[in-house]
């Protein structure tokens, strides 16, 4: 069933009744409808921005929502206020949509938790909440679900903006063996000193790291060419095999990377991107391990 834009417009002004801010949100680009007005057309303004924090959230409810296909919830933290986010998944005529709906819930039994109400403290609070559902609890880069929001509206943002993204995906050499010789906890200690290197050598406040599963993490650089991205990539695998402590036997440690460059013209999806550099991985594997696959 969908929706016209007219009657999402009737049902935006009944649930303003409700909720202190109701706005309509396009998850991929984050544009805002306007309330008020003419909803068929953007308006300058990114949803992002009424957190004051300059970029889109780790932890976007709007693109979970659209994924999700369900209502999800979130807590987030505007100057001196704790708000509660409702994200409500909407198919209208030309796409589908999320109307997030907001109310102020900072002296409510929800954070009772919060001892100190200092404005530092209750913005951390709320952090931390958050970074708990988009965070690896081993490594502490980002998990999946960041993955499979956040890659998407890269995505849609080069082809926006028209510029390349270039994804990788690496693992540890051999990681199996580590496991089976030195035992689970050494692995993961393993597991985190790579996290490490990869997560501080990558450049970029819109560059980011994510734990694919197992020892797999994928890399994402932000307006990136093939060029620098190979250079970057060539530059984590030295880092590996020069700074990661070797085992007992006093082998280095070795790494294997995947890489693929997506143009603004390229019309790849997420699932497609991510198969294509798995492949790569493999095939790195395939030729000799400790190097960099990309075509």
């Not at 417009?9 to 649930?15: D, N, R, S, T, Y």
């Not at 956040?150 to 540890?172: F, M």
């Amino acid at each position: 069933m969908h929706i016209n834009m007219n009657e999402l417009k009737q049902h935006v002004e009944f649930l303003r009744k409700m909720y202190q801010v109701v706005r309509i949100v396009e998850p991929s680009t984050k544009k805002v409808f306007l309330n008020e007005g003419d909803l068929s057309t953007y308006k300058d303004g990114f949803c992002y921005l009424f957190w004051e924090n300059g970029s889109y959230c780790e932890n976007c409810i709007s693109t979970r929502a659209r994924m999700e296909n369900d209502i999800v919830y979130k807590l987030e933290y505007a100057p001196d206020k704790v708000i509660m986010v409702t994200a409500m998944p909407i198919k209208t005529e030309e796409k589908v949509v999320v109307i997030e709906m907001l109310k102020e819930i900072t002296d409510s039994m929800v954070i009772d938790t919060v001892d100190n109400r200092d404005k530092e403290v209750m913005k951390d609070y709320i952090m931390n909440i958050n970074n708990m559902i988009v965070r690896d609890e081993l490594t502490g880069v980002f998990n999946r679900r960041f993955l499979n929001e956040r890659l998407p509206v890269d995505i849609a943002q080069s082809k926006i903006y028209k510029y390349p993204i270039t994804i990788i995906i690496s693992d540890i050499d051999y990681f199996r063996e580590i496991n089976n010789t030195y035992g689970h906890l050494e692995g993961d200690k393993k597991l985190k000193e790579y996290a490490n290197i990869l997560s501080n050598n990558i450049g970029g406040k819109k560059n980011w790291v994510a734990r694919y599963g197992g020892d797999e993490f994928i890399v994402c650089l932000v307006d990136t060419g093939k060029e620098e991205g190979i250079k970057i990539a060539n530059e984590l695998r030295n880092k590996v095999f020069k700074e990661m402590l070797p085992l007992e036997d006093n082998k280095p440690i070795s790494s294997s990377f995947g890489l693929y460059t997506l143009l603004p013209e390229d019309l790849k999806t997420a699932e497609e991107l991510v198969e294509i550099v798995d492949f790569y991985l493999y095939k790195a594997k395939e030729e000799g391990r400790n190097r960099i696959y990309a075509e």
